[in-house]
């Protein structure tokens, strides 16, 4: 299976928004829990944001109030709206769609918050 693709990342100074984006082949994310991660320079992967299938959405506390997670059905994306970004949000993120029958990964876009 085609890994899935990640879109969208860039540079940005402190405050300013990115959004990216989460597509891939022979899936479709609505019937997913599908997780946007990210993993900084010495420092371990983390969670960041979850969509399930039924549309219920979580978030780590650091990002809460400024990043959004959401799935575009008709395009079948799951985008990440990531807004105030702060320097420590600099990671490379990735996308993860996981089933019953599939657990497939995007090989990472880079995110740097920097002045």
């Known amino acids: 299976q085609a890994p899935l693709v990640e879109s969208g990342g860039g540079w940005v100074q402190p405050g300013g928004s990115l959004r990216l984006s989460c597509g891939g082949s022979?899936?479709?994310?609505?019937?997913?829990?599908t997780y946007w991660y990210r993993q900084a320079p010495g420092k371990q992967r983390e969670l960041v944001a979850a969509?399930?299938?039924?549309?219920?959405?979580d978030y780590r506390d650091s990002v809460k109030g400024r990043f959004s997670i959401s799935r575009d059905d008709t395009m079948n994306l799951v985008n990440l709206q990531m807004d105030r970004l702060k320097p420590e949000d600099t990671a490379t993120y990735y996308c993860?769609?996981?089933?019953?029958?599939?657990?497939?990964w995007g090989q990472g876009i880079q995110v740097t918050v920097s002045s």
């Open positions: 993860n769609a996981r089933s019953e029958v599939l657990d497939r």
């Open positions: 022979e899936i479709r994310f609505d019937s997913c829990t």
């Open positions: 969509i399930r299938s039924s549309g219920r959405t």
